[in-house]
């Protein structure tokens, strides 16, 4: 028989990658990488096809043994950041006096995508009170007229009732056009940021349509059953369909793939991922186990769209060095790519002959103080990041980002005769400027997620992980490892992805009917998705600030029993963890509760102050899974352990024990449950009801003697 397999393809601005992974063991059985198909007249989707057929064939795979298949690709960052994007008709509706403000608020202008790119709009109102056909066709003609290649509709008050949106988006399909509707997008009233959130989207469905049917097609031709799903920008995934709606969702999901195969691998609990190309390094950060997401913007406005928290900076393996007045100022952030010149790393230290200093301007606009080398025949080379981490010994032997050291050395030699200082130093001159550039992005990032800084852990994935990883490690003094397959992070990243959907309204006060609601919304949208629903996670989260109530699911598209290098640690590896965590010595450790994968730990800390005069006791709480992994770190509060059959008195009791209650009226504690393989946070409510409603819905089929361990902080 046949092994069952997992396929993952990633489309990069250079290469397109595919990985094979065994279904059952998570291991990888076959890669492949082909130039990306950007000239092709199919564009990037033939390229998927090519890279598909090469796995199958190569590896003798039969279709009916691939149980999932899915691609991440950077098409729709790089339409906004290129503006490759269609003209985008707006037909705005409103009713009375609230009309008036529809008119503007949905009127959004000329969207700026990058530096001189924009995203064009052309609109037009209409009064939705006595609407009719004839109305609408007249605006669809009147904006088709003006250019626009496809419509939008965004009606206040559509998220309530979306009537009119599908009334225009229906009757666009007889003129022949791409439509959406704000409602499609986001369930916020929010009119102006879900207009431009829904033009946004718009104007990406004309080029995604067309990559989403080549792709969807070629799977079908290659016999393969299962469906193709696509990476979504928050690190799921979603069926093909979904991007037909909503391809804004696969904004930035290359860089989304990269940290979800680091976390498939590498069990880290706060650290920080990066994932280094050969121009620009994108780094994300990790936090009890989990990737960190924020509100995407474009264009300085914020959408209502969330995205992993990536910052990307021009610093990576191709990065060249800036000499000003005989000296070396900067690091990037053009690299050897963009100026089209080869690394001295990787050529035969014979094409290295009588080296000399020059300097090129990599685009018109750039100063010319970008080093090159110059040898005899003519040949030119970049001096880059990477031949001077290869001198200075941070890459190993067998790494991807390994090449000839003794060209690099000759080359850096030229520069550094120059400088009138030794090649080593010259190395390291670079280095530093790089690094320092990468630690004060990290140093914010600890900052702004509080990370454990006992327990920090960088690592690196991409083809250029030990140009920056290791030496950054040492800078900082923390701990760094380069990912298992790291240049191909991404891809697996893409065969394991999880399915994620997401839903919010704007509710004032919710009931139990409307959380109940919500919860079966988000449930029904994630296993459309591709979602088996005995796998399904569901965070509900009440912002009684903003009237928001928000579910959040995740899922496996079918039931996983395994987890890549599932290694139950012991509990003596457990609690050497917690040791590393809190820096508190194991005799005031103690375990106080385990269910299923979960391990509930308090650490007493003695803090002294006043020159050890006073002496002040916390109680650290650490929730770690089977594999070593903190999945939840409070400095206070406390923890319980019961059978489902006393949530509604002794879990209630331990509720009031931990609630404040002052003149604004009780203040509930962040509440956590884990059981069997879930965990369940109970943190974004703010009533008790709210709180027991949640609670039992999650644990509805669960056995009345399974034991939960349930945590309550006053810690935010």
């Not at 279709?63 to 790089?78: C, E, L, R, S, Y």
């Not at 990058?114 to 109305?135: C, I, M, P, R, W």
């Not at 690394?343 to 970008?370: G, H, M, Q, S, W």
């Amino acid at each position: 028989m046949n092994k069952k397999v997992r396929i993952g393809i990633d489309v990069g601005g250079t290469f397109t990658d595919a990985v094979v992974i065994d279904n059952s063991t998570y291991e990888i059985i076959a890669k492949a990488k082909i130039p990306t198909t950007h000239h092709e007249k199919e564009g990037v989707a033939k390229g998927i096809v090519q890279v598909i057929n090469k796995v199958l064939k190569e590896n003798n795979i039969l279709p009916d043994d691939v149980m999932f298949i899915a691609h991440g690709t950077t098409q729709a960052t790089n339409a906004l950041l290129e503006g490759d994007v269609a003209k985008t008709g707006i037909i705005g509706m409103g009713k009375g006096l609230e009309g008036e403000r529809a008119k503007g608020e949905t009127n959004v202008g000329k969207i700026e995508l990058a530096a001189g790119k924009y995203l064009n709009t052309v609109h037009t109102y209409l009064e939705s009170s006595n609407l009719n056909e004839e109305k609408i066709e007249k605006a669809i003609t009147e904006l088709k007229g003006q250019g626009a290649e496809v419509i939008v509709a965004s009606e206040a008050y559509s998220v309530d009732d979306p009537d009119n949106e599908i009334k225009v988006i229906e009757l666009c399909e007889k003129f022949g056009l791409f439509a959406t509707g704000g409602y499609e997008i986001s369930q916020l009233y929010g009119l102006m940021a879900r207009t431009r959130t829904a033009v946004v989207n718009g104007a990406l469905i004309p080029k995604m349509m067309e990559t989403a049917n080549m792709t969807e097609k070629s799977v079908k031709n290659a016999n393969i059953k299962k469906p193709l799903m696509i990476m979504r920008c928050d690190g799921g995934v979603m069926t093909v369909d979904e991007v037909r709606k909503r391809p804004i969702l696969t904004m930035l999901s290359g860089l989304a793939a990269g940290v979800a195969g680091a976390l498939m691998y590498e069990k880290v609990s706060d650290g920080i991922f990066f994932e280094v190309g050969g121009t620009s390094t994108d780094i994300s950060v990790i936090k009890d186990g989990k990737v960190m997401i924020k509100n995407a913007q474009v264009g300085g406005h914020k959408l209502y769209l969330t995205s992993l928290d990536v910052r990307t900076l021009g610093i990576a393996g191709g990065s060249m060095i800036v000499v000003e007045n005989n000296k070396i100022t900067d690091v990037g952030p053009r690299s050897a790519h963009i100026a089209k010149k080869e690394y001295e790393l990787f050529t035969d230290t014979e094409n290295i002959k009588n080296p000399k200093v020059n300097f090129v301007a990599p685009r018109p606009d750039d100063k010319a103080n970008y080093v090159v080398i110059e040898c005899d025949d003519d040949k030119c080379y970049s001096l880059t990041l990477a031949g001077a981490a290869n001198i200075l010994g941070y890459v190993p032997e067998e790494d991807y980002a390994r090449g000839n050291i003794e060209s690099a050395k000759l080359a850096w030699k030229a520069l550094a005769d120059k400088l009138g200082i030794s090649i080593e130093e010259a190395c390291k001159q670079a280095m530093d400027i790089a690094i320092k550039k990468v630690k004060d992005i990290v140093d914010e990032l600890v900052r702004d997620y509080d990370l454990n800084t006992s327990i920090i852990r960088l690592v690196g994935g991409g083809g250029s992980a030990s140009i920056v990883t290791p030496y950054l490690g040492e800078m900082m003094g923390v701990k760094y490892n380069i990912a298992k397959n790291a240049p191909y992070i991404s891809t697996i990243g893409v065969a394991l992805a999880l399915v994620r959907e997401q839903v919010e309204r704007n509710v004032a006060n919710p009931t139990q009917e409307d959380i109940r609601k919500i919860r079966a919304d988000v449930m029904d949208a994630v296993v459309k998705a591709g979602a088996n629903h005995e796998t399904v996670e569901i965070t509900v989260e009440i912002d009684s600030q903003k009237n928001i109530l928000r579910a959040i699911a995740t899922g496996a598209t079918e039931l996983r029993t395994k987890d890549l290098n599932t290694a139950k640690k012991t509990d003596e590896e457990l609690m050497k963890t917690v040791k590393e965590a809190t820096g508190v010595e194991e005799n005031e450790i103690k375990l106080v509760a385990k269910s299923g994968r979960w391990n509930a730990f308090i650490a007493n800390k003695i803090e002294k102050k006043l020159f050890g005069l006073l002496k002040s006791k916390k109680s650290l709480i650490k929730i770690v899974d089977d594999e070593g992994v903190i999945r939840l770190q409070k400095n206070s509060g406390k923890v319980i352990a019961i059978n489902k059959a006393k949530l509604n008195d002794e879990f209630v009791e331990f509720i009031d024990d931990m609630t404040e209650y002052s003149d604004a009226g009780a203040t509930l504690p962040k509440v956590y449950l884990f059981f069997g393989q879930k965990q369940v946070d109970l943190s974004g409510v703010t009533s008790k009801e709210q709180l027991l409603s949640l609670a039992n819905m999650d644990l509805e089929f669960v056995n009345n003697e399974t034991k939960i361990i349930a945590v309550a902080s006053k810690e935010a």
